[in-house]
């Protein structure tokens, strides 16, 4: 029987999607030791990612968070963390505000321990889109037709 190689699968949510060509999912073929280790692999391949996850200071941004195999590490710890073979690593923007509609990321936040991690994400995703695409119909609606 042959052995399956070592995998990182990285999950990337929101508008984050929008420095990975559009893809949600990435799968590297690598056995990094930690977080730190499987990210430097991910920035080899979307450099423009990094920036957006981690401060100059090489940190991760206040309002990004990173899970680790479906599980919360603490921000200033998430780096080091350990892997296990396989490892699922999940970057997704913070979700913060006021009321929003059933649906939204806020709301979906609250959801999320009764959905996997990949159904999650993709949720998130498709109500940003839904509400993104919504603004902008509203600004179009908003304009002048003409001068008077």
């Keep these: 029987m042959l052995a399956h190689p ?3 699968t990285f999950q990337i949510a929101g508008y984050l999607t929008e420095f990975t060509s559009g893809d949600a999912e990435i799968k590297i073929d690598a ?18 990612l990094r920036d957006r996850v981690l401060t100059e200071q090489g940190a991760v941004r206040q309002h990004v968070n990173i899970f680790v195999n479906s599980s919360i590490v603490r921000r200033d710890q998430v780096l080091d963390a350990p892997l296990q073979t396989n490892a699922e690593i999940c970057i997704m923007p913070a979700v913060s505000g006021g009321s929003e509609p059933s649906g ?8 999320a321990t009764n959905l996997s991690l990949a159904d999650t994400i993709r949720s998130y995703s498709r109500t940003t889109l839904r509400l ?12 002048p037709t003409g001068l008077s």
């Design 104 to 111: 939204s990321p806020a709301n979906l936040a609250m959801t």
């Design 31 to 48: 056995a990094p030791a930690t977080v730190r280790d499987a990210l430097s692999e991910l920035w080899e391949r979307y450099v423009g």
């Design 6 to 8: 070592a995998m990182v």
């Design 132 to 143: 993104r695409s919504a603004a902008r119909q509203s600004v179009y609606k908003s304009r």
